[in-house]
Nanobody, 123 residues
Framework: QLVESGGGLVRPGGSLRLSCAAS??????IGWFRQAPGKEREGVAT?????????MYADSVKGRFTISREHTENTVYLQMNNMKLEDTAVYYC???????????????????WGQGTQVTVSS
């Protein structure tokens, strides 16, 4: 029910935009996570459908990445600018649909996961 797209190869300093199509899913929040080879999965950015403290970003991407949502298409985007070598990873979007729920990067809060899309930053 979540379909990611937009991954690819980009040079350092370049930009990519990832999309997460949620179809007809009625979600509380959608987050982007990433996992690099040999590293644990980490939360990158998350956005709630309705919350005053939304969105939330990992410190490593603040000021470079922007998460946004398009309600009519039920799609969440991750705009990645000024990309760095360390941004290389498989990126996953995930949705929270359970109630009650907690906003943040706790993986166990997310009920549905996409298949992932590879992002490679290389010169």
């Amino acid at each position: 029910q979540l379909v990611e797209s937009g991954g690819g190869l980009v040079r350092p300093g370049g930009s990519l935009r990832l999309s997460c199509a949620a179809s007809t899913l009625d979600y509380n929040a959608i987050g982007w996570f990433r996992q690099a080879p040999g590293k644990e999965r980490e939360g990158v950015a998350t956005i709630a459908r309705i919350r005053e403290d939304s969105p939330m970003y990992a410190d490593s991407v603040k000021g470079r990445f922007t998460i946004s949502r398009e309600h009519t298409e039920n799609t969440v985007y991750l705009q990645m600018n000024n990309m760095k070598l360390e941004d290389t990873a498989v990126y996953y979007c995930a949705a929270i649909i359970k109630m009650p729920w907690r906003f943040g990067f706790q993986s166990d809060q997310y009920d549905i996961w996409g298949q992932g899309t590879q992002v490679t930053v290389s010169s």
